[in-house]
């Protein structure tokens, strides 16, 4: 497999916002540009290879990191093969989760950008903390995420448009965040999926992007863990979806096969708990993002209190940043000053296998998974693209 340009790093390596290789965020634009949409940049280089192509899938495999594709492997051999041959690596962009980097694969811009800042974030001015994966019409998603979609604009170029994904997403906040601008078509499983796209890209003879999801291996790498029965289980089914999108591929089109972030799985003595640690809750006025990566909103005055305690009690396992120091160190990218509010005061971005659990503030299930993803490690931030040619 390609290895990031100047050598593949260590799975649990930190990786820095400037590390080498593509982003999640130049897949659609380089789509665009293949199909001809003015204005559209190719950071990819997708173009000479593609020319000719008139129509563009792209299907994001949740869960499906880089990293991971060596234990995948035995169990979907044409996923390995193609990753093997036609496959190379990006970076997500942080934080590694799913409604952040479908935001930034959607829009085509670095998170700051847009505002889906992770998992879940405070709602600026309030003390509600938003589940971007459970959001409805509160905040508007046009307010919320001001950013166009590359859907939007591939559809004012004349471009057919479409969205398949899991029937109950339509309609969802983080779907109109990510995708509008496409017609929405509702398939669950990985046949479906296939089916749906396959025939979204041959409904018309002009030119066409299809815009895939499929949330399987995620599920069960969280519930059972990387590498678990239920895990390699769904990697098989990857395989199938891929198979049958690669063969059902007309002449003139083309398959990107990438992902939203890998996973890690967290052994429970790597397990800290915020709501039984008097320690960690200390000065806390609200906690948000998820395990790998904690979003700390402090009570005035205790800034300097909440980062000496945290550091005192995770150590090694962690790095304990303030709001101003990530945001100058450019992972999110540029941040405009209505999006600050939702990242914490301060961001403890977990190291190897860490997690930082809120077992009584958080629903109880999120406590009970296996395998996480969120931090900055290149296991969580590195997936994969795959270029097929039809």
């Known amino acids: 497999m390609t290895a990031l340009s100047g050598g593949a790093p260590a799975p649990l390596a930190v990786l820095g916002p ?7 965020a130049d897949v659609l634009p380089s789509a665009l540009a293949v199909l001809g949409v003015p204005g559209s940049a190719d950071p990819l280089g997708l173009v000479p290879a593609l020319a000719g192509v008139r ?20 169990y979907a051999p044409i996923l390995a093969g193609l990753a093997a041959t036609v496959g190379r690596p990006l970076i997500a962009g942080f934080p590694s989760t799913t409604p952040t980097s479908l935001v930034t694969l959607g829009t085509g811009v670095a998170p700051g950008a847009h ?9 600026p001015g309030t003390d509600r903390v938003l589940t971007h994966t459970d959001w409805a019409a509160d905040p508007s998603p046009l307010r919320w995420q001001p950013m166009p979609t590359q859907l939007e604009r591939a559809r004012a170029a004349g471009v057919a448009a479409t969205v398949v994904s899991r029937p109950e997403f339509g309609g969802s ?13 509702g398939a669950a499983g990985a046949d479906a999926v296939a089916a749906t796209m396959l025939a979204a890209l041959s409904a018309g003879p002009g030119p066409t992007l299809v815009s895939g999801y499929h949330p399987d291996l995620d599920r069960h790498g969280h519930l059972g863990g990387v590498d678990s029965a239920p895990w390699r289980i769904a990697a098989s ?17 083309a398959l990107l096969v990438t992902a939203d972030h890998g996973q890690l799985n967290v052994p429970a003595t790597h397990r800290f708990d915020l709501d039984t640690d008097p320690r960690l809750r200390a000065g806390v006025r609200l906690v948000a993002g998820e395990a790998r990566v904690r979003y700390l909103h402090v009570v005035p005055g205790a800034l300097d209190d909440v980062v000496a305690a945290w550091s005192a009690v995770l150590g090694d396992a962690a790095r304990v940043r303030t709001r101003d120091e990530v945001v100058a160190s450019g992972w999110f990218g540029p941040v405009p000053e209505e999006h600050l509010g939702r990242i914490g005061d301060v961001v403890v971005s977990c190291n190897d296998t860490y997690a930082v659990l809120a077992t009584r503030t958080e629903p109880p299930m999120a406590s009970r998974l296996v395998a996480y993803h969120g931090s900055d490690t290149a296991a969580e931030l590195t997936v994969p693209l795959l270029v097929v040619r039809g």
Do not use: I, K, M
């Open 115 to 123: 505002g889906v800042l992770g998992f879940t974030v405070r709602v």
């Open 18 to 24: 400037g590390y080498g290789g593509g982003r999640l």
């Open 173 to 185: 906040g983080l779907t109109l965040a990510a995708n509008r601008g496409g017609d929405f078509r």
């Open 237 to 253: 089914e990857v395989d199938a979806l891929l198979a049958r999108l690669v063969d059902g591929l007309p002449p003139d089109a």
């Open 55 to 74: 129509r563009v899938a792209v299907l994001l495999v949740d869960g499906l990191g880089w990293y991971q594709l060596p234990t995948v492997a035995p």
